[in-house]
């Protein structure tokens, strides 16, 4: 059974670059498509982006310009970056796979979520 | 973008009863629908994909119905384990979620 879990700081000062790892175990990351997902304190989900093994990554427009997702196939890992970051940034921060019914994606596997606050 | 509407933002309803919550896409997506179920300090978890599938292991009072851009998320006999936030996603182009209904005890 696939595993998801993230890591990074938990504290992050204004305008610093956002840097989180999440690491999978129990399955191949080289299938399905992973994606990042946040939640701002008391407010709902919003997709940041996801990255399909060999594929280009898929970005929300409102962030598409300082976020970058990577894979690290070696370590099992998928790597996310948020630059410029502003004490809008501070949320829950969760991972998750993207499975694929023919050509309609679903995350059916998700992190439990790490908390990153911006804040100098 | 395509944006998600759900409705209502919030309801109050006791054990037993019958709940539907509405999703209403900005553009036709098809049936590129899931929902999942939120509970405080957890991570998502998917219930339904693709408009009507039922996820693996989720029970069968949950149900989901619509194409296009209306969809329906309904749960036919509330248990007490289901009061939670829920959200529509679609997947169809840039994925968007929902703003979310938090189903509280009446």
């Known amino acids: 059974q696939v595993h998801l879990q993230e890591s990074g700081p938990g504290l992050v000062k204004p305008s610093e670059t956002l840097s989180l790892t999440c690491t999978v175990s129990?399955?191949?990351?080289?299938?399905?498509?992973w994606s990042w997902i946040r939640q701002p304190p008391g407010k709902g989900l919003e997709w940041i982006g996801y990255?399909?093994?060999?594929?280009?990554?898929n970005y929300n427009p409102s962030l598409k310009s300082r976020v970058t997702i990577s894979l690290d196939t070696s370590k099992k890992q998928f790597l996310l970056r948020l630059s410029s970051v502003t004490a809008a940034d501070t949320a829950v921060y969760y991972c998750?796979?993207?499975?694929?019914?023919?050509?309609?994606?679903?995350?059916?596997?998700w992190g439990k979520g790490t908390t990153v606050t911006v804040s100098s | 973008d395509i944006q998600m509407t759900q409705s209502p933002s919030s309801l109050s309803a006791s054990v037993g009863d019958r709940v539907t919550i509405t999703c209403r896409a900005s553009q036709p997506i098809s049936s590129y629908l899931n929902w999942y179920q939120q509970k405080p300090g957890k991570a998502p978890n998917l219930l339904i994909y693709?408009?009507?599938s039922l996820q693996s292991g989720v029970p069968s009072r949950f149900s989901g119905s619509g194409s296009g851009t209306d969809f329906t998320l309904t749960i036919s006999s509330l248990q007490p384990e289901d009061f939670a936030t829920y959200y529509c996603?679609?997947?169809?182009?840039?994925?968007?979620f929902g703003q979310g209904t938090k189903v509280e005890i009446k």
């Open positions: 998750a796979r993207g499975r694929a019914n023919y050509v309609q994606y679903f995350m059916d596997v």
């Open positions: 693709a408009a009507s």
């Open positions: 996603q679609q997947s169809y182009n840039t994925w968007t």
């Open positions: 990255l399909y093994y060999g594929g280009s990554p």
């Open positions: 129990g399955g191949s990351i080289s299938t399905d498509n």
